[in-house]
């Protein structure tokens, strides 16, 4: 007796595999930090400076805030964009899970793409697609120019 194949039952498995395959390798290029090895980040703070004054940044629990962590400590100068945020491209990629934000919150920290951090110091609607990494609550005073930043555990 010769058993049929259901190709279309067929084509999913093999589609399954794939996308569990292929997710394994997606865009987690961060020069081999060990993730699985630090905590979750939920709850955790970290602090930021910003000329001379220090902010706690609640972080957000993903792979995204766990892999920025483990680039600390990181001092930065931040360049001025839209009136509204301040941009580093980092060296080192981070593992992505970009949302489309409708709304940004004065206080964000993200990651835009998948190196391009960015804080934003005013709330305002957006089409644009980024990772959140944290939020700064209290942040203030930051329309002037370029900033240098530094971030510490």
């Known amino acids: 007796m010769i058993k049929t194949i259901n190709f279309k039952k067929c084509a999913f498995l093999i589609l399954l595999v794939l996308i569990f395959i292929l997710s394994g390798c997606n865009s987690h290029n961060i020069n081999n930090l060990e993730l699985d090895n630090l905590e979750d ?61 409708e709304e940004i919150k004065k206080g964000d920290l993200m ?24 939020n700064i609550p209290n942040l203030s005073n930051l329309e002037d120019g370029n900033i240098t930043v530094r971030f510490e555990k």
Do not use: H, R, W
């Open 41 to 101: 980040t939920m709850g955790l703070d970290i602090k930021i400076t910003i000329k001379d004054k220090v902010y706690n940044i609640t972080l957000d629990d993903n792979e995204t805030a766990k892999a920025f962590i483990s680039l600390l400590p990181l001092e930065i100068n931040m360049q001025e964009l839209n009136g509204n945020e301040k941009y580093y491209y980092l060296d080192t990629k981070l593992p992505t899970l970009k949302e489309k934000k």
């Open 111 to 134: 990651i835009y793409e998948d190196n391009c951090l960015v804080l934003f110091y005013k709330t305002f609607s957006t089409n644009y697609s980024y990772t959140k990494i944290g």
